[in-house]
C-alpha cells in the first residue's frame, strides 16, 4: 500500500524560503501523479500544484506563480514542493497526495485523490 510521508516544513520569518518533500514508505512514487494541498486555520483545503508521473508536466495555482515551484525527483523517490518569499498568508498544514485506484495525468481537485500524507506544517511569522 503507497503511504505518503511528507517533511520539511516549520517555522519560518516573511520572505524566507522552505523546500518540503513527498516520499513514500510503500510503492515507487514514480509510478504515481504526485499533487500538493494545504489548508489553513479555518479555511478550505486548496490544490497549489500537481505534477505528472515523469515530471512533464506541472500545474500551479495562478495566484503562487512565481514563488512556488513543484518538481520530482524519482530516483529519489521525492517530491518537492519548493516555496520561495513566504509569506503570513501561507501558514497551512501541507499535505501531499496521489490516486491510485485509477489513471490520473495531473490535477488540483482534492475529490480525484486517494491517498495523503499527513501533512507538514508551515508557519511564517516574525
Known amino acids: 500500500q503507497l503511504q505518503l510521508v511528507e517533511s520539511g516544513g516549520g517555522l519560518v520569518q516573511p520572505g524566507g524560503s522552505l523546500r518540503l518533500s513527498c516520499t513514500t514508505s510503500g510503492l515507487p512514487l514514480n509510478d504515481y501523479p504526485i499533487a500538493w494541498f494545504r489548508q489553513a486555520p479555518g479555511k478550505e483545503l486548496e490544490g497549489i500544484s500537481c505534477?505528472?508521473?515523469?515530471?512533464?508536466?506541472?500545474n500551479i495555482m495562478d495566484s503562487l506563480k512565481g514563488r512556488f515551484t513543484i518538481s520530482r525527483d524519482n530516483v529519489k523517490n521525492t517530491v518537492y514542493l519548493q516555496i520561495n518569499n513566504l509569506q503570513p498568508e501561507d501558514t497551512a498544514n501541507y499535505y501531499c497526495?496521489?490516486?491510485?485506484?485509477?489513471?490520473?495525468?495531473?490535477?488540483?481537485?482534492?475529490?480525484?485523490?486517494?491517498?495523503w500524507g499527513q501533512g507538514t506544517q508551515v508557519t511564517v511569522s516574525e
Open positions: 497526495a496521489t490516486r491510485t485506484r485509477s489513471w490520473l495525468a495531473c490535477s488540483r481537485r482534492q475529490y480525484d485523490f486517494d491517498s
Open positions: 505534477i505528472t508521473r515523469a515530471g512533464s508536466i506541472t
